[in-house]
Nanobody
Framework: QVQLVESGGGSMQAGDSLRLSCVSSGRTFSTYAMGWFRQAPGKERECVAGVSWSGGSKYYADSVKSRCTISRDNTKNKVDLRMNSLRPEDTAAYLC?????????????????WGQGTQVTVSS
């Protein structure tokens, strides 16, 4: 069973930067694409960013593209999400996920394992 554990959330001010980390258990981390999603109350879960198994291909949602960087370290089974210029609308629970089948980062149905999430709250 794969476990994904996120960290790095908290309460922040508009304009701040954040770094979220997700560590995976298991030996096969380096063979799977990973994604970061977020879900705000009353809204659908949306993919913020994704990264291929090698780190060579990345995806960003239009809403964060200019403010966001996803990276991974396969030697540490870790994937990070950095976001700057935070806005109140970035307030959400942020979850990392491991993609199984499929090729679309934004398709949440393609992800088989999910972390519990870390809450990010941005105040104006």
């Amino acid at each position: 069973q794969v476990q994904l554990v996120e960290s790095g959330g908290g309460s922040m001010q508009a304009g701040d930067s954040l770094r979220l980390s997700c560590v995976s258990s298991g030996r096969t981390f380096s063979t799977y694409a990973m994604g970061w999603f977020r879900q705000a109350p009353g809204k659908e879960r949306e993919c913020v960013a994704g990264v291929s198994w090698s780190g060579g291909s990345k995806y960003y949602a239009d809403s964060v593209k200019s403010r966001c960087t996803i990276s991974r370290d396969n030697t540490k089974n870790k994937v990070d999400l950095r976001m700057n210029s935070l806005r109140p609308e970035d307030t959400a629970a942020y979850l990392c996920a491991r993609r199984g089948s499929g090729t679309k980062y934004y398709n949440r149905d393609d992800y088989g394992y999910w972390g519990q999430g870390t809450q990010v709250t941005v105040s104006s």
